[in-house]
């Protein structure tokens, strides 16, 4: 007996649908995770809450790069239009200062986000190079707001993972209280980057060995798997 055409259309329009719901929900799991507990959650750990086994995750997401890299791609490419954004503004100063809130808005609730921003993923070209070209234009902000005697001429790109790493040690009962937290940490931070606090203090010591990939990953809590 011959299949049935269109019971074999309809059937595999269903394998289509359940895969393409199943990523989302994995995706979706992952992404509150990441935002939890940081990168160090197990695959396995994902597979549970987004109520999937780990073999149909990893059929969707071969390695764990590839999962990040995914769920991050779309908060990085608006972190790559806010830094556009703040070049193009007129004030040099105040579009560095809008970037480094934002990042640090970003990171104090999303705690994976600045690992896969400041981490490099060569696999994934596609991120990596979005990744890459915002590191290139907030280094471009910053030379801007020096060239224009608002930024400490000393103000080294080791210190926007200073700031993140500074930034990712706040903890809070509440989003608000943390975003909060973050908003007094980067202003007390930025009005230290200052050209007039530069010139009325001592040389800063040289800058700390560390690249744009040595913010560390941060451990879920204890006992959350």
Sequence with gaps: MAADPARMTSASAELRADALHNRERILEAARALFAARGLDVPMAT???HAGVGVATLYRRFPTRDALMTTVFADQLATCVATI???QAAPDPWQSFCAVIERLCATNVV???FATAFLTGFPGAVDF????VRAERR???LAQRAKDAG???KDFDRTDLTLVLMANSGIHATSNEAALAASRRLAALLLQSFRADAAAAAPPLPPPAPLGLYHLPVSPGPAGQG
Aim: hydrophobic letters at 35%; zero cysteines.
């Design 46 to 48: 994902v597979a549970r």
């Design 84 to 86: 556009d954004e703040a």
């Design 110 to 112: 999303d705690r994976g």
């Design 128 to 131: 990596e190079r979005e990744r």
């Design 138 to 140: 907030f280094a471009a």
């Design 150 to 152: 608002q930024l400490r």
